[in-house]
């Protein structure tokens, strides 16, 4: 087995049965739903990471609180496929929509080349409160959003950026990011807006990486299913990836 399948399905474990039961919050029933939906209703082809990424199972990353998951961040196992994309890629511009807690963004930064920036995305401290979705409210972090990265010895790599992704300028970046990630509101039209900005962004053969593709989400699953034929869910993940001007 490989050192990331092996990561991915430790990470796995403890993100919904281990480490949940450990902090007092066992959530079994949620995961066995999610399971039944992944493999009864979803309908974007399901596929291993290393299929879509040949060589990921061989490089090694750096977690930086991996175990520290506050609910709006990625799962331990989705940490670990973004670190090893990002070290395998090497992208110079990584692009990230939802800076919440910078859990995510500085685990982009901690896995992409040194001289790579990691533009990341969020609703500015003074904006109105912003919940297109019920409860979204509560990931507006203001003086502590991005706490993580900040704290954190690669903050010099982190281009933070203030905007409504639906106000959002990309005319500087088009063209230019590498790889993508998509982790903003889950309305249907902020994830339709979203995603057609970041693509306008792309590099050719850039990577966009889309989360929360469950249940709990249906915009989103909505969305990322009936707009491409390219996009695949990533095993024991709720990411879904897309290679701009080609599959995978």
Known sequence: MSKTRKAMEFAHFAATQGWGAFRGK????NELYRSVWYGQQCRL?????????PGIEDVDIT???PLHEEGGNVWVNELVVLAGVCRLLKPKHVFEIGT????TTV???ANSPLDAIVHTLDIPHDHPKFAPVEGEERFQLHENNGAFYRKSAYAPRVDQLW???AEFDVTPLIGQIDLAFIDGSHNYDYVKNDTEKVMAMMAPGGVVFWHDY????PDVAQYLEESSSSRYHIETTSLVVQRKGGKG
């Open 107 to 109: 685990n982009l930064a």
């Open 214 to 217: 469950h249940p709990q989400y």
């Open 26 to 29: 066992p959530n079994r029933g």
């Open 45 to 53: 082809p399901r596929v291993s990471i290393e299929t879509l990424f």
């Open 163 to 165: 905007a409504d992704s």
């Open 100 to 103: 919440f807690n910078g859990r």
């Open 63 to 65: 977690l930086v609180s």
